[in-house]
């Protein structure tokens, strides 16, 4: 059977979009759960500055709590060498860097160039080789820039190339705003292909704006990418920016893979589990389609109702 | 460019399923905003017994009311031989007829084995050609069926034949519940054309339970399938039954099939703008993706804002 990774994204992606800051003890019981459903990899903070995102100022304490020995990769995101160096601080084994393909939507995100940026992250990623750890590289806005529009896809081309040669392991493209389709898809992997990029090196990071994640993913599946971002019942873009729907859902894009005879490791109805959790603590209803459904069979069941 | 023809079902499909019955002016207002956004296709009511669905009681009321020489085909679902004697006092010149794969699903939903069912659609459906009429005949529960689990292809490969030779020119194959994946797309798609039945005969009608509902029409499309139903915002499911999601959503299809090159006659921001209206009219949040994105984009923008 086919293997297909599914890397997961909530804690970092979807957490650091909500507006309430969740309690330290409420993400280590939420990462300790999708921890027994079966993930390799997830991706559980961000070291950014506490002042740009206090909803995850707490990194170090959660990489602190969680379990040891789970087999699972935890990542986090560095912005720079200083968040590097807090990951290193925290015993992190494994990063995650991200800039954007498009120049406006660079600037406003990490007030840099991406040739200032790509020239930092050349050194933040050396280092964190040498001292051992993993490392994926976030290329945002592949597929489409919410500034500029269209992005060259050359301009991913030369950045993914550049960031496998600095030692990255992986690349992560994403559709930030999701305005990627189908034929896109396509189109960006063959030319990442064409210019020696292995399909191995990549993985696909789409979001759900405009409802065509889980068609784009299928595309990359097609196109024999076997590694997909998603997060727990869609959590993630922002709720107070109408419309800013989060990551791909992974119980859908679970649901999906399944069915079609892939094989992820992953226990559908204890990642569903998972996302009733953080819904419950977040206290507010996520828009993943699948979760949805699995709440509401629980309360036509009668389980979760008074 | 290659044409897919987007048939839209949120009149019927969706407002059945809305608990508020809605104004019959409402009504009519929400199919003259689709017909300016370019449609060829609108599925505008039902004649089922009014005491089935209130929320469509007034079939014939709206029917009398569209306007004239619009170049659109509406169509009407009819159950039997008194609802096409209805649709036929009320003018209309297409009809739908319904049957389900699954023989509990059919039993549940008509009251008949599907035998029965079939034996009464074969008259109903030679008399609308005898009249001159258009018909197509939905097949619901294709992928899946709620109460039996698994459906095998070969009763729909019997039922799609049947009714063609009854005379229909189209058969939608219902995903009722949203549960199949693109694997079985292209598997239910492969047997059907193996037996005889053109794919330009076959229309998809997905449901986003799962959130697959825009996978599955990409794998159709990739099957050769050129015409799938949809619903305005996602409208339909049923609002009190939680998690049960509606047919997939226009506006999220047709951002997808202009951005892979498809020509579908239709204006996406108009279809928006019927979205708007009937989101409004209906007082509830829809769950189409790329309507809320729309709305957000314009409240952003200060337009829908006090």
Chains 1, 2 share one sequence.
């Not at 300790?32 to 070291?47: H, M, N, P, Q």
């Not at 040891?68 to 807090?86: K, Q, Y």
């Not at 992986?170 to 064409?194: N, Y």
Request: include cysteine; aromatic fraction near 6%; charged fraction near 20%.
């Amino acid at each position: 059977m086919d293997r297909v990774n599914v890397y997961e994204v909530a804690p970092r992606d979807g957490l650091q979009n909500e507006h309430e800051v969740v309690p330290t003890e409420m993400k280590v019981a939420f990462i300790e759960r999708l921890i027994a459903a079966g993930y390799t990899d997830i991706e559980v903070s961000s070291f950014v500055r506490p002042r740009w995102i206090p909803q995850l100022a707490d990194a170090s304490d959660v990489v602190a709590r969680l379990p040891r020995d789970t087999g699972v990769t935890f990542w986090a995101l560095v912005p720079n060498r200083r968040g590097l160096e807090r990951a290193l601080d925290a015993g992190m084994h494994a990063v995650a860097t991200f800039m954007s393909a498009s120049e406006t939507h660079n600037l406003k995100n990490v007030n840099r160039t991406t040739r200032e940026s790509l020239a930092g992250l050349r050194e933040v990623i050396a280092t964190a080789v040498a001292e051992g750890m993993r490392v994926r590289s976030y290329i945002s806005t592949v597929f489409g820039c919410p500034y500029e529009g269209h992005v060259d896809v050359e301009r991913t081309v030369h950045l993914a190339g550049e960031l496998l040669a600095a030692g990255a392991d992986h690349i992560s493209l994403g559709d930030t705003t999701g305005m990627a389709h189908p034929q896109q898809v396509f189109d960006v992997l063959e030319r990442l292909q064409g210019a020696g990029i292995p399909l191995d090196r990549l993985t696909l990071h789409m979001h759900d704006t405009r409802g065509t994640a889980l068609a784009n993913i299928l595309a990359g599946l097609q196109a024999g990418i076997r590694t997909f971002d998603a997060s727990v019942s869609g959590l993630g873009g922002c709720p107070y920016a109408p419309g800013a729907a989060g990551n791909a859902a992974t119980e859908d894009l679970v649901y999906m893979l399944h069915g079609m005879g892939y094989e992820t490791g992953l226990d559908l109805d204890a990642v569903c589990e998972a996302g009733l959790f953080i819904e419950d603590a977040l206290g507010r209803k996520l828009p993943g389609r699948y979760h949805q459904y699995y709440r509401g069979s629980l309360d036509r069941r009668g389980a979760r109702t008074a």
